[in-house]
C-alpha cells in the first residue's frame, strides 16, 4: 500500500465530508426538486466524491464490496478491517 | 448517517386581525419566552412591499406586479409568469448580515393552525465546517447558547 497513514485518514475524512454534502443537499433537494443552485452544488460534491473515492480506491483498496477488480483473489478480506486501527 | 439539525421550537401563528405576526417560543411543551414580531425574528426577512408575488392562488399582483396581500383570496392564474421566480412562495430580500432560511407558505395563513416556514436556498458551508456542525444550511446551524441566547 502506498501512501502514509496520514493521507490515508485525510482522504478517508474528504470522502465523508463530500458524502455529507451530498447527503444533506438530497435532504434540501427531496422539498425543493426544482431548486438550480442546490442541484449545481450536489452535483459538484457528487463529482468530488466520486474523484476522492477513486482515489482512495487506487491507493488503499476497494471501500465496498462493490468495487474488488482484483481476479485472482478476493482482496476484500485481505486488507484490514476499519476496526483493526492498528493497520493504519 | 444523518446530520440534520431542524429545530422545531418555533411555532409561527399569524394574527389575522392586527395583520401582524408572532413567534412563539415552545421549550418541551411549555410555551416558554417573550413574543416577538417576526421582524425581530433572526431568520425572517422583513416583508417587501414590491415583492414579486409567487403564489398565484393567494395573490393577484397588478400589471406592475406589485402585490396586495389585503386582496381576497381568489384562484386567478396571474402574476407568476416566470418558473425562476416562483417556488411557490413569496420572495423577500434577506435582512442585513442574514441568510434568509424560512418563508411562509401564505401571507394570509389561518389562525389555530401551525405552520412550519419554508426554507430556502442560501450560500452553503463549506465542506468540512458543514461535516463538523451537522448541517450545509447556515440558517439551520443553532448551537446551544446558555444564557437565554438564540441564533
Redesign the interface.
Known sequence: MSGTNSDRNSLM??I??????M???G??LD??P??M??LA?YHK?QASFEKHVAEFERLYGPLTMYSVNSDNCWTWLELPWPWEMEAY | ????NVDFSHIIFYNNMQKESYMAYYNGNYRSGQRQTMANCPNQAPRQRNSVCCNPRDRRADENNHCSQNEARTFPDTGCSS?DTC?GQPRTTPAQGVAQSCVMPSPTCPVAMAYVAF?A?EE?FD??K??RVG???PSLFKPFMAGGKCR
Open positions: 475524512q474528504k465523508s465530508e463530500c458524502e455529507f454534502m447527503i444533506d443537499l435532504l434540501y422539498t425543493h426544482d431548486c443552485p442546490a452544488a460534491h | 448517517m444523518l446530520f440534520t418558473k417556488f426554507q436556498f452553503l465542506e468540512s458543514a461535516f448541517t450545509v444550511f
